[in-house]
């Protein structure tokens, strides 16, 4: 089966760094990856990782770490536009993907 | 980059009636398209894998015969809600992968609301 945890909900003050963790628990691995959801809105493609360690890119980083099962986000500098529900999902067999339950952020001044 | 059209994008309907929605790779060929549900402040929910010239897979708890999948070409995969009830309403949303491209390219969504 596929379980992928998130928090629920996440507060955090323009400027700052946040970091959003996710923990998962799948039959199958290849790949994790992680999105912005604007309400009403597609899905946004964030990151990638398939090998563990720390991809950057911009304010965005991703950390993997396979044989904990665990994942984060890091958001640098944070700005009122992050403020949006985070998504990690892991790709199983046949590239579907698992989506955990979302974290909503909400950046504050 | 890559793009997947869905249409449309927001949808009003009768309790009893069939609603198709449409979802399009641009300027690439998507041998496999993927449906998702989304209820209010929750995550995507896969419904189906939608493969081109064979029977769409659905996940467990999803009625085959209800949310009806067709993907006709290598560019169109259309979901129909048949004989939709308001427990239908939700955020219906579907994507494709491009290759050997690691993300997977999304719609815009559909917004279904039965009335």
């Known amino acids: 089966g596929q379980n992928i945890d998130q928090p629920t909900e996440m507060t955090a003050t323009e400027g700052a760094i946040v970091q959003i963790n996710c923990t998962y628990q799948?039959?199958?691995?290849?790949?994790l990856f992680w999105y912005q959801q604007h309400a009403g809105e597609a899905p946004t493609f964030l990151s990638y990782n398939v090998l563990d360690g720390l991809e950057e890119k911009g304010r965005f980083s991703s950390f993997l770490s396979r044989s904990k099962g665990y994942s984060y986000l890091l958001l640098k500098e944070l700005q009122m536009k992050d403020s949006a529900s985070y998504l990690c999902a892991v790709r199983g067999g046949g590239n579907k993907l698992t989506f955990g339950t979302g974290t909503q952020l909400k950046v504050e001044l | 980059g890559a793009v997947v059209s869905q249409h449309p994008s927001r949808v009003i309907c009768k309790s009893g009636t069939s609603v198709k929605i449409e979802c399009r790779s641009l300027?690439?060929?998507?041998?496999?398209m993927f449906w998702y549900r989304q209820f209010p402040k929750q995550s995507l929910m896969l419904m189906a894998t939608?493969?081109?010239?064979?029977?769409?897979?659905?996940e467990q708890g999803v009625e085959k015969d209800k949310f009806l999948i067709n993907h006709a070409s290598l560019t169109l995969s259309t979901l129909t809600v048949t004989s939709a009830h308001p427990e239908d309403s939700s955020f219906y949303i579907c994507?494709?992968?491009?290759?050997?491209?690691?993300?997977?390219?999304f719609g815009q969504g559909t917004r279904l609301t039965v009335v």
């Open positions: 799948t039959s199958g691995f290849n790949g």
């Open positions: 994507s494709a992968p491009e290759g050997d491209r690691t993300e997977a390219f």
């Open positions: 939608s493969n081109e010239g064979s029977k769409a897979t659905y």
């Open positions: 300027d690439f060929q998507a041998t496999t």
